[in-house]
């Protein structure tokens, strides 16, 4: 079993950064694949991110490449997301998330079994 609990959002002005973070409890942290999520009113959950249990390989969404950064801690079992270039279409709730496949995370996150409670990300245009 793992919880997960994000923080890190808020309010940012356009071409801000953010940076979110996921702390996980359970002594398996560093067996699952850790990533976010997010989803936007009214739009289906979009996967954004995702880290290997070594840290070492990193998945991410085709609307991210250069602007997010995905990584992790398995000695203080946290992960984190580092935004820069904060769009308005980046607004949404930022979900963390852990599994045990990284394909899970990409092509079916219905069945990704452990979530966190979400963190409000605002960007203001």
């Known amino acids: 079993q793992v919880q997960l609990v994000e923080s890190g959002g808020g309010l940012v002005r356009a071409g801000g950064s953010l940076r979110l973070s996921c702390a996980a409890s359970?002594?398996?942290?560093?067996?699952?694949?850790m990533g976010w999520f997010r989803q936007a009113p009214g739009k289906d959950r979009e996967f954004v991110a995702a880290v290997d249990w070594s840290g070492k390989s990193t998945y991410y969404g085709h609307v991210m490449p250069g602007r997010f950064t995905i990584s992790r801690d398995n000695a203080k079992n946290t992960m984190s997301l580092q935004m820069h270039s904060l769009q308005f279409e980046d607004t949404a709730v930022y979900y963390c998330?852990?599994?045990?496949?990284?394909?899970?995370?990409?092509?079916?996150?219905?069945?990704?079994?452990?979530w966190g409670q979400g963190t409000q990300v605002t960007v203001s245009s």
């Open positions: 359970g002594r398996t942290f560093s067996r699952y694949v």
């Open positions: 998330a852990a599994d045990s496949s990284p394909t899970n995370f990409m092509e079916r996150w219905s069945t990704v079994p452990y």
